[in-house]
């Protein structure tokens, strides 16, 4: 898919006859957005559950709560490489040399992970060169990322609306019952049958949305998303099996449990009025690199998975990486927009979502995989009118 001339064939393919698509025009990479979650970190805090949920130590990490690890920064790099040589192919920069002053822009949060994860980023992608990325000062909260009271906010009848009917009929007590074998799986790495033990001790519970706060799970759903991504992570760091859920977790389980994660991003950050207010901030910036003159060829947000939920949500877009949950967002990975032109200058856009497979992350990098995406109600390719107006919306 990565070569100096792209085809609307091939972004149609499996749409309408080889003869019809053997007419259409060829079109040429020109600009690129990366909505970029940042790269393996160890759990935000330690210990990294309370002892009710598993009363096991949890491994040492060699770097503090939060940080992007050494493996993780391997990883970025290598994908930063990966995306150099694939905007190469297209003709979209020079394979030799620095990027020109203003073609790269690196927008990154504020949190130690998103800073590094930029700066690694930038170091396979442009290695030698200078290419910083703009944030606030490490730990300074950034609207940007952080609106909601910062200039944003949220309708909560709209918010909560949207949520329960993610939820579905007989809400989280349903939810509990469905994902009962993954609890109870998860519950079996957690405690090893220790009593008074174990996320499916406390049912799931909903905590409504405000003027200026997301709805949030409380107990065993809110539990065994957080405890499955640490077990992932651990997983996707390299660690040895031994520490990978205290021993007892697979990488079928990792990738089963993966699922629990996924599943709190659908509920609570995916549904649009909430995708909508959490990129409040993010959304213009992205209709402006798609749309103004002097906007650089790339640009790169160094996120969270909050926002790569956020922007699957608003798009309605969905993917499946190999060894995650269908739309976990996984460490390293993005949803990446690209504004293709035909011959006569017409503009559109094609959405991927790129990533490293969990087993090739956990080897320390490799090829990304690449998905594209079909965006609703304009398939997978779109004018980009009408795509800027979707982002919008």
Known sequence: MRRSSLTLALALAGFGSSAALAKTPTLKLDRVVLMMRHGVRPPTKAPAMPASVTPE???????????????????VTALGTADRAGFVAAGLLPANGCPAAGSVAIIADSDQRTIATADAWASGFAPGCTLPSTHK?????????????????????AVNAAVKAAIGPGGVAALDARYAPLLRKLDTILCARKPACGVTRTPTGLTDATVTSRPKLRGALDFASTAAQVLLLEYADGKPMADVGFGRASA?????????????????????????????????????ALTEREAAR????????????NLGGLLGVHWHVPGYAAD???????????????????AFVR???RAQPLTALRAGGGAPFEQVLSVPGCGTLCPAARFVAILRQ
Do not use: C
């Open 57 to 75: 130590r949890w491994p040492d990490w060699a770097v503090p709560p939060g940080w992007l690890t050494a493996h993780g920064t391997v990883a």
């Open 137 to 157: 000062p490490q730990d300074v909260d950034d609207p940007v990322f952080s609106p909601l009271g910062r200039g944003a906010t949220l309708d909560p009848v």
């Open 252 to 288: 079928a389980d990792v990738t089963a449990l993966s699922e629990l994660h996924a599943l709190e991003f659908r509920l609570l950050a995916r549904p649009m009025p909430v995708a909508r207010a959490n990129l409040a901030l993010i959304t213009p910036t992205i209709a402006a």
């Open 298 to 309: 790339v640009t790169v947000f160094s996120a969270h998975d909050t926002q790569i939920a």
């Open 328 to 346: 976990d967002p996984a460490p390293g990975g993005a949803i990446v927009i690209e504004r293709l032109r035909d011959a006569a200058g017409r």
């Open 351 to 353: 959405v991927k979502y």
